[in-house]
């Protein structure tokens, strides 16, 4: 902790600064809401992993609950990456700040939130937003790009559906055991989110009293508490509904993302059954499509993508074709196949693409096996950098992509690595094919289509050219 600070001077006159609690300034929560309000740097989103550049702040929207009761968040958040957050205030002091009642106020925000209509959360976000009907025109406001902003509305409408959000419990000083209540919330809680605790303290010379310094200090943070699958089944002889739910704890999500690879209960899984659904569809073995894809990427690492290298990959990367990943070469982050150049500068992956936990892209066949899919991969430090996602190439891309699609989909994701992806249904690529090598065939056929598609226009082309000019490799 943080409990003092010095302000200096060119001519020499220093000041010490103390760390000071809002009641010893007789300040109260609604004050420090409004400086969180007026500033909004002071969320450190940054720290919490959200790279972001434009954020909309609505301070104490009311939301009714299910219940037909009144909430009133002191704030709420939209980044134009897509992302949806909560902030709750609380002074040090405040009972609720010392157990897990504010966690709980927090997390119903957040429920009371999702349960909305549309409509209903466009009234709310749209305070200091004038002429917005639609989550469209809220992000909008915030992107500035059409095509853009429809994206980031579909990933706010995912997001408030699946309850996919950032909470932050923001404080003057955080008590003794609110770290060890919110990792109590990690071990027990089944949903899919972030909480995060923020310290915003005042500093203050007692000589200025009229001068207040603010240092925002996040002090606990967990990332996705639960991922948790629920799947609810039918019967159409009884009626009868029976529920599954499958759950990953923090655990075995920290394991997975040390070994660089799927959790092998769920990722292998999931390639499992999404084999499984494309061998039902095009009428083949599920195991001959599988030797198929993995023929195809061991094919595809000692295949001439020259071709396309010329169209994107940076003076500085490696002209190479591999296959990610530890355990299963070519299976991580729920994609199996090749990427093209390394390091991402930017990289681009072919392949089968079957599960959405880290892209926050759904297939186009979700319930068809999963998509064949080329996608653009980008390592954040470089494009953070250079800006790569508001560069006028770029978004030149997007907007070409989505104007001449055809039998492809053009999705545009909130996961900074891997921001933009073109794909099919992977059946669709398979339907009709005979044997192995049939598919094989297809497989590589339906790669030059795709990155003709991607690549034809010399977007890519032109920003990494112009990088190399300015001297920005």
């Known amino acids: 902790m943080i409990d003092g600070m010095v302000k200096t001077s060119t001519n020499g006159s220093d000041q010490t600064l ?20 007026r500033n909004h740097e002071l969320l450190c989103l940054e720290r919490i992993g959200l790279f972001v550049d434009s954020i909309h702040l609505v301070r104490q929207g009311r939301v009714q609950d299910l219940m037909g009761h009144q909430k009133y968040p002191d704030l709420m958040f939209l980044t134009d990456r897509g992302d949806v957050g909560i902030v709750e205030v609380k002074r040090f002091g405040n009972r609720e700040l ?12 957040g429920a009371a939130l999702g349960s909305l209509d549309e409509r209903s959360q466009v009234e709310l976000f749209s305070q200091g937003l004038p002429g917005c009907t639609r989550l469209e025109h809220v992000a909008l406001k915030l992107v500035g790009d059409p095509n853009r902003a429809r994206w980031v509305a579909q990933s706010y409408r995912n997001r408030l559906s699946q309850g996919q959000l950032h909470y932050i419990i923001a404080c003057d000083e955080a008590p003794e055991g609110l770290s060890e209540w919110i990792r109590s919330a990690s071990r027990n809680d089944a ?97 001959m499509i599988h030797t198929a894809l993995k023929s195809a990427n061991q094919q595809g690492v000692s295949a001439d993508w020259e071709w396309a ?25 729920g994609r199996y ?12 992956f072919v392949g089968y693409y079957f599960s959405s936990h880290d892209h926050s892209i759904q297939p186009v066949g979700k319930g068809r096996g999963g998509d064949f899919s080329i996608i653009l991969d980008v390592t954040k430090n470089w494009g953070q950098r250079n800006r790569f996602w508001e560069t006028p190439e770029y978004r030149s891309l997007c907007h070409r992509l989505t104007q001449q699609s055809g039998e492809w989909t053009v999705s545009q994701g909130n996961n900074l690595w891997h921001p ?23 497989w590589f056929s339906a790669a030059k289509e795709g990155l003709d598609m991607l690549l034809s226009g010399r977007e890519l082309q032109a920003l990494r050219d112009r990088l190399e000019d300015e001297g920005k490799v």
């Open 191 to 287: 949903t899919d989110y972030q909480i995060s605790v923020l310290e915003v303290s005042p500093f203050q010379n007692d000589e200025y009293p009229e001068d207040i310094i603010w240092l925002s200090q996040p002090i606990a943070r967990t990332e996705t508490i639960h991922r948790t699958t629920v799947e609810v089944i039918r019967n159409d002889d009884s009626g009868q509904l029976s529920v599954n739910i499958s759950s990953e704890s923090p655990d075995t999500i920290e394991e997975r993302a040390e070994s660089d690879q799927p959790l092998v209960a769920s990722g292998q899984r999931k390639f499992k059954n999404g084999i499984e659904t494309v061998a039902e569809e095009i009428g083949l073995p599920s195991k």
């Open 420 to 442: 933009l992806m073109i794909h099919r249904p992977m059946a669709d690529v398979m339907k009709g094919a005979v044997d192995e090598s049939d598919m094989v065939n297809r």
């Open 309 to 333: 290298y010329d169209a994107f990959a940076n003076s500085e990367s490696e002209r190479i074709a591999f296959l990610r990943g530890k355990r299963i070469l070519g299976m991580v982050e």
């Open 18 to 37: 103390k760390r000071k609690r809002l009641g010893e300034l007789r300040l109260l929560e609604s004050h420090l809401e409004d400086v969180i309000f």
């Open 337 to 348: 196949g090749v990427n093209l150049a390394q390091p991402w500068r930017p990289s681009v």
């Open 98 to 109: 010392r157990g897990r009642s504010v966690i709980s106020q927090i997390l119903d925000y």
